[in-house]
């Protein structure tokens, strides 16, 4: 072999498997849901195979052409917490049409910065941040996708579809999501604290859908007290039907999405979701309140146009914000939390004392023991409240407690979602 010869195949065979990069498979023609066929190798049926394998669906999520009015959407399904599917919702939405190809995305709104998690994804890991222009140079050839806040110069392409736009549902909006990959994604099994309106402008999504009422079968990763969200630890790619063997049993439906359609997820529903193609997609996210007002409805024009940057939304970004304020907990559910300690322990005045219990409940595991680093940490936290600083929080004050208070409050009792802007506007490696 010549010199020149054996220099190239020394450099071929020195390049590191991660530093081939392939082009994703873009398809989107997949089978769904899967056929369930009988096994006859003596192993359960759909041992190892992806989650949904092990048994036929019951049917399709309940499917709409019209988009119901918001008091319709309260009784017919919020309220119950029945998920649906909404065909052609957002289709009037400038995004529907120009976050159709990356070069618009990169020219608009490159320079914003977003969260990326792996590709499969794993509760564990913790996300990173970089802007739109980096991430879309090479998501179709790494291991990773978007799920972050949506920007806020984002959300004036995005828009409300009318089931959400008076009453209660509007007044309590929390936070908008931007997803964003390409190829292959899978999420765990899982359940978020809030509503979930979560609107497909481009690609692919299917969902398996599980009632609540079958957690205590799905191998649930221990949460702690005052969190509202939680997800299962089983492979979903790979289900152990030894290891997990109600899964055979467990009844579940399905909903493919297609661009311009939205799936309705009630708060504790668990979903696992699988994207195909180039996938773009919007979430709006609000509290899953008891009751629904819908006194200003009857005064508000539902059937008029309304991109999401003109409702109120309790967390946002904009450029040049240090974190991006993502799946921090709902600040109403904080009050809500406060205030019912205080029934608990029927007196009117919150006490440093008190809200130890709570803080321990959600930042420590249930075995941990507070430090004495904990208790600064709980005093700090619990001055944040005290801003009278008397020593003790009244009811009054807790009820009518400004929302950026509270969220200030959050912020300290949760890590953030994703890593924290260095002051010099760098990116944190990946």
Known sequence: MSAFRAAIVFAVLSLSVSDIHFPKDMRTDVQFPPIVKRSDSGLPD?????????????????????????????????????????????????????????????????????????????????????????????????????????????????????????????????????????????????????????????????????????????????????????????????????????????????ATLRPGDCIFIPSGYFHQVRSYGRSVAGTIMWSPLPEFDDSDCASTDIDQYTPLSQVNMMWTYKKGDKVIDMGYMNVEVLRQSLLRVLREENTTRLTAEMFSSMFKAAVLNEEEEMTEEDKEDMLEIFGLLDQKKKGSVSMEEIRNMDVEVLKNVARHLDDPHGPVKDHDHTHDEL
Request: proline content about 6%; aromatic content about 12%; some cysteine.
């Open 46 to 254: 759909g041992h190892l195979r992806p989650l949904g394998y092990q048994k036929k669906p019951e049917g399709r999520v309940k499917e709409y052409q019209e988009l119901l009015a918001p008091r319709e959407f309260w009784e017919q399904h919020v309220q119950h917490r029945v998920p649906l599917v909404y065909r052609q919702a957002v289709v009037k939405a400038p995004a529907f049409f120009k976050w159709q190809t990356d070069e618009y995305i990169r020219e608009k709104y490159g320079d914003l910065d977003v969260l990326i998690e792996k590709k499969v994804e794993s509760r564990g890991a913790q996300p990173q941040r970089m802007s739109l222009n980096d991430f879309l140079d090479s998501y179709e050839y790494e291991d990773w996708y978007v799920v972050s806040l949506l920007p806020d110069p984002m959300r004036e392409e995005m828009m409300v579809p009318r089931s959400l736009l008076c009453g209660t549902f509007r007044q309590h909006i929390l936070e908008s999501n931007l997803w964003i990959s390409a190829g292959g994604t899978s999420s765990v099994l899982h359940y978020d604290a809030d509503h979930n309106l979560h609107c497909l402008l481009s690609g692919r999504k299917d969902f398996i859908m599980i009632h609540p009422k079958y957690a205590d079968q799905l191998d649930l990763v221990e949460k702690k007290k005052f969190s509202g969200s939680g997800y299962s630890t089983m492979n979903m790619d790979m289900i152990n039907v030894f290891t997990n063997p109600h899964i055979s049993k467990i009844p579940w439906t399905w």
